[in-house]
């Protein structure tokens, strides 16, 4: 049970993610991978990159 609630976790970090490295001019693909792995995390690092 524990294992599922990260897995959705992960992948709701990711999607985040991913929406904010788009509308930056990021690739979000790697923004997808990184949020799953580092979570809350890599959506405060993406949020702070400035957009290219």
Do not use: D
């Amino acid at each position: 049970m524990h294992i599922l609630i990260l897995l959705i976790l992960g992948v709701a970090m990711g999607f985040v993610c991913k929406q904010i490295a788009e509308k930056k001019g990021r690739n979000p693909k790697l923004w997808l991978i990184v949020g799953f792995f580092l979570g809350i995390f890599a959506v405060l690092i993406v949020a702070l990159l400035p957009p290219i």
